[in-house]
T-cell receptor, first 113, second 112 residues
Framework: EAQVTQNPRYLITVTGKKLTVTCSQN?????MSWYRQDPGLGLRQIYY???????DKGDVPEGYKVSRKEKRNFPLILESPSPNQTSLYFC????????????FGDGTRLSIL | RKEVEQDPGPFNVPEGATVAFNCTYS??????FFWYRQDCRKEPKLLMS???SGNEDGRFTAQLNRASQYISLLIRDSKLSDSATYLC?????????????FGRGTSLIVHP
């Protein structure tokens, strides 16, 4: 089944404790992206990747890192999480972002205390 | 300046009603357009792509007006299960890259 898989689905952690949210897609998509969604603000792009080893900042990259060493994986890293990074996070992928829609993972709900 | 604008609603309609949403975008070089549906606390799911000639999928019709820079979604014969937030997405040309830009969504509530 074609899908985007995020892990974990839920995480409660404390300020400053490094964490990684994994994202994997099995559709051989070139484009992958991370979003956060907050009430009243909609979906905001954090980082995106056009292909392996090609990543770029989205609208709200501060406090986040990403890597794209393999086509299927695009982890999101919070080196020193802070409470303002408490949010609902979505990973998405697309065959070709110029023409094709994105497919979203189920989401990761992060709470930083 | 928000590049993709939607009326947040909520649109509160009875079952069987026809309802329409619009979404305006600012970048005339925008390349592709989509409507997504999002249920509370769930991931956005693609509802339909929007083509220049307009397209229909069952009770749903999407249209694109490039001259006026808006897309629309029409839902006929609304069902209770249509209650959700509808997001428009515009993939905008940004110096050769395409940046997907989301509207903040329009909330639809269909009541008995």
């Amino acid at each position: 089944e074609a899908q985007v898989t995020q892990n974990p689905r839920y995480l409660i952690t404390v300020t400053g404790k490094k964490l990684t949210v994994t994202c994997s897609q099995n559709m051989n998509h070139e484009y992958m992206s991370w979003y956060r969604q907050d009430p009243g603000l909609g979906l905001r792009q954090i980082y995106y990747s056009m292909n392996v080893e090609v990543t770029d900042k989205g609208d709200v990259p501060e406090g986040y890192k990403v890597s794209r060493k393999e086509k299927r994986n695009f982890p999101l890293i919070l080196e020193s999480p802070s409470p303002n990074q408490t949010s609902l996070y979505f990973c998405a992928s697309s065959l070709s972002i110029s023409r094709q829609p994105q497919h979203f993972g189920d989401g990761t709900r992060l709470s930083i205390l | 300046r928000k590049e993709v604008e939607q009326d947040p609603g909520p649109f509160n309609v009875p079952e069987g009603a026809t309802v329409a949403f619009n979404c305006t975008y600012s970048n005339s070089a925008s390349q592709s357009f989509f409507w997504y549906r999002q249920d509370c606390r769930k991931e956005p799911k693609l509802l339909m792509s929007v083509y220049s000639s307009g397209n229909e999928d069952g009770r749903f019709t999407a249209q694109l007006n490039r001259a006026s820079q808006y897309i629309s979604l029409l839902i006929r014969d609304s069902k209770l299960s249509d209650s959700a937030t509808y997001l428009c997405v515009v993939n905008m040309d940004s110096a050769g890259s395409y940046i997907p830009t989301f509207g903040r969504g329009t909330s639809l509530i269909v009541h008995p």
